[in-house]
């Protein structure tokens, strides 16, 4: 079996979570036996060349990430330039997001599988799962341990019948969270994930302006709030000694 | 106030527009964007993380996410393709990101980046050709939920009065 496996982000390929993903699941591709061939849509000098392994080839993975809850507005620019094909081609697809419950990735799922009708082919599943956000701040074991997954689940693909086996259900993971765990989960967005993201964009980014920082402040409330903000943040910089 | 930004090849806004007139809906604005420079959104995540509120591509969208900003409705009128709006709508509704923040709450039961202003206009949609009504619906639904604000709907091109009767 041979894939080809199309990044539809338009987040250039180093930072791109999708790239990531797409490395993981290859892995456990060529583990059974199957080969493979990466692509991204981010750099359009390239959209010729995808279109033509898209034409020679009938087992197509689009790895996707959610945009406004549908896929990004590069894509849909991507997909009007494919030719038509016939339900012999197969397309699949990985779909992941920045939210973590499976219930916020459905709606990117049904438009993905009423895609494969507009393209006349056939469609092969969807693999959904979200919580993928800090990826690109991730290195090492840690990044290691949020991709990892993917690659079983490549080597369940190259079984040959799509994303319709049973693990890939479940990989979705909760559909949704029970209160106890929403409640826990609002504490941490809180607390540990406002401070690691405060952290991260100072060191990724050099980022010293409050992240919650608003620069059309339209009248003196907002303007007002806007200095009260700035002055929360450096306390809190201060407090946790950033 | 109400936005209506138009991205059609035929710039059906201008429909919309008379409606409104005829309704005599007070402070609407349309936009035409069809011969603006609007590019994707490239995922660089900038405006969360280096310079909090702005985007770094600079071409001709700022000054309508501005209006976006403070507008009480905005409503995105598309052609479609594969049933769903055009990229050139979607590409607008991706670029959306500067007005809200990384940060993140639960709020009525549901995981929501926490907006960068006070309010978030409700969102609407008045498609021009074969759209899956059904899905923009949900679709619409889904992402207002998202922002903290409400649907007004998707309402094909045949529709046009009762969209603005929802305005
Ligand atoms: C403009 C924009 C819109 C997004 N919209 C959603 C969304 O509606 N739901 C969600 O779960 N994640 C959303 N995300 C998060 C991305 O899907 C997530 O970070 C993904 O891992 C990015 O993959 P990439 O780095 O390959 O682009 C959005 C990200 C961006 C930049």
């Known amino acids: 079996m041979h894939v080809v496996v199309i990044n539809a982000s ?10 990531k993903i797409m ?8 583990r059974r036996g199957a080969s493979f061939e990466k692509h991204a849509i981010s ?14 080839n009938d087992e197509i993975v689009f790895a996707v990430p959610l945009y406004a809850e549908a896929v990004p507005g590069l894509m849909l620019e991507f997909l009007e330039t494919l030719p038509k094909k016939d339900n ?9 997001g920045g939210f973590a419950e499976g219930c916020r990735l459905r709606c990117g799922e049904e438009l993905l599988r009423d895609l494969t009708k507009y393209l006349g082919v056939s469609y092969g599943g969807c693999l959904v799962k979200g919580d993928n956000f800090s990826i690109r701040l991730r290195e090492g074991e840690c990044l290691d341990r949020i991709i990892k997954p993917y690659e079983k689940m490549g080597e369940l693909f190259a079984n040959g019948d799509g994303f319709r086996f049973n693990q890939a259900k479940k990989f979705t993971g909760p559909e949704i969270y029970s209160t106890p765990v929403r409640i826990a989960t609002d504490v941490v967005f809180k607390t540990v994930a406002k401070r690691t993201m405060i952290k991260m964009a100072e060191a990724a980014f050099g980022c010293t302006t409050p992240l919650d920082y608003k620069p059309w402040a339209q009248n003196s409330y907002e303007l007002d709030s806007a200095i009260s903000q700035n002055e929360q943040f450096f306390t809190l910089k201060k407090k946790y000694n950033m | 106030m109400v936005l209506l930004l138009d991205t059609t090849e035929e710039k059906i806004g ?8 005829l309704n005599k809906k007070e402070e609407v604005e349309l936009i035409d964007t069809t011969e603006m420079n609007i590019s994707n959104c490239n995922g660089c995540n900038f405006c969360w993380l280096k310079t909090p509120g702005e985007c770094t591509l600079k071409d001709d969208y700022e000054p309508i996410l501005k209006k976006i900003s403070s507008a009480d409705q905005v409503w995105l009128i598309s052609d479609t393709k594969f049933g769903f709006i055009s990229y050139k709508a979607k590409n607008i509704v991706d670029r959306i ?5 990384t940060f993140l709450h639960y709020n009525n039961k549901k995981a929501r980046h926490i907006m960068r202003y ?4 409700d969102l609407g949609v008045i498609y021009s050709g074969e759209g899956n009504d059904e899905f923009l619906n949900r679709w619409c639904d889904r992402l207002a939920s998202d922002l903290g604000s409400s649907s007004r709907g998707a309402y094909g091109r045949e529709k046009i009065k009762e969209a603005v009767s929802c305005m």
């Open chain 2, 118 to 121: 006070d309010r978030t206009p």
């Open chain 1, 23 to 30: 490395i993981s699941f290859c892995r456990g591709l060529i």
């Open chain 2, 14 to 21: 201008s429909e919309v527009l008379r409606e409104c007139g």
């Open chain 1, 88 to 96: 012999r081609t197969r397309v699949s697809f990985i779909l992941q």
């Open chain 2, 97 to 101: 990101s500067p007005i809200i923040t």
């Open chain 1, 10 to 19: 338009p987040r250039v390929r180093k930072y791109s979570n999708t790239d």
């Open chain 1, 43 to 56: 750099e359009r000098k390239y959209w010729g060349v995808i279109r033509q392994a898209f034409l020679d």
